[in-house]
């Protein structure tokens, strides 16, 4: 063997070498990227799981949030019409009494309901003995008397028939029988 074939054999064992060398680290670098890019693939895996799972839990609370809203209507709705209920409880509730009568000792108290006849509309504004607007309320007849039939005759000489008022029945007071709230007429005799 020639020097020159020696050389050339060496150079060929050197590139082959070489070249070992060069395909070991492409490999060793390919399987590092392929590591490194599997990695990646399991990071994004894992947030596009977590972004799923946030896009349920979402959906969950929209769902919830619908639902909540559809009852916090429903209770609006409940809340306007208790409200409205309470309001014409309390406006029935309303009692606009008409004190009758001087307190005097030996006089009793009766209590009559006071109501418009039904052509009360028609009535002239001239006779009717209140504003129309009082005798939308309820309205109730105190009156101090002898007795029943004196009681009768000021319930008619004060609310006439041509006033559109009507008197109910005629009963005692029963809070002046159960010594209930008095008035400030009945106060005022009460003092020496």
């Known amino acids: ?17 070489a070249l070992g060398v060069s395909l070991i680290l492409t490999t060793v670098r390919t399987a590092s990227q392929a590591r490194r890019l599997s990695a990646l693939r399991q990071v994004v895996q894992a947030r596009t799981d977590e972004i799923e799972a946030m896009r349920r839990r979402i959906a969950g609370v929209e769902r919830l949030t619908r639902t909540r809203q559809g009852e916090c209507g429903e209770l609006e709705t409940r809340r306007v019409r208790t409200d409205a209920a309470t309001r014409a409880a309390a406006a029935d509730k309303i009692e606009l009494v008409h004190e009758l009568g001087a307190v005097h000792p030996g006089y009793e108290r009766y209590r009559c309901d006071l109501r418009t006849a039904p052509d009360f509309a028609r009535v002239e504004t001239r006779r009717l003995v209140f504003a129309r607007e009082i005798w939308e309320r309820r309205n109730v007849a105190i009156v101090r008397a002898p007795d029943a039939e004196s009681a009768m005759i000021t319930l008619n000489r004060v609310f006439p028939p041509a006033s559109g008022v009507l008197a109910g029945s005629l009963r005692p007071d029963p809070e002046a029988v159960a010594g209930g709230p008095r008035s400030g007429a009945d106060e005022a005799a009460a003092r020496p």
């Open 1 to 17: 063997m020639s020097p020159l074939e020696m050389f050339a054999t060496g150079l060929a064992v050197i590139s082959a070498a």
